[in-house]
């Protein structure tokens, strides 16, 4: 069987020597680490806390700014409405004004053709008489 050997099982203590200065020197240092790996931690996350809080004023800035524009287009829709109910009630108006001018035209056209007519009957009454005077 297996022998168990004692000491090869014991532990040793550490002795505290004259090299204490050495331990409270690194110690001294591990603490000078850890409080400039602190600072360091500390300044990244402040410098997220600091681009969350950016964009939270942003996003706040963006909201307001989408409320504003909501605002404008339901005063434009409104507008809208009212300029297209004038309109209905105008449209029959319009209607008349575009015949009364459809017409206008139409008798325009009239007048022309009759003056011309006319010209041409002074100029065969004119022949007319010329030719019964000799």
């Known amino acids: 069987m297996a022998e168990i050997n004692e000491r090869a099982s014991t532990s040793v203590e550490p002795t505290l020597s004259p090299t204490s200065t050495i331990s409270d020197e690194a110690h001294r240092l591990s603490d000078n680490v850890f409080d400039k790996i602190s600072a360091f931690v500390n300044g990244q996350i402040q410098g997220t806390i600091d681009d969350y809080k950016l964009l939270e004023e942003m996003n706040n800035v963006t909201a307001q700014r989408y409320a504003d524009m909501k605002q404008v287009a339901a005063t434009v829709s409104d507008r809208l409405s009212q ?22 035209r139409k008798m325009e056209e009239a007048v022309v053709l009759l003056e011309n007519y006319v010209t041409a009957l002074e100029t065969k009454l004119k022949k007319f008489q010329q030719n019964q005077q000799s």
Do not use: A
């Open 83 to 104: 300029l297209n109910e004038k309109y209905e009630t105008l449209r029959p108006y319009l209607q008349q004004i575009d015949e009364i001018d459809s017409n206008s």
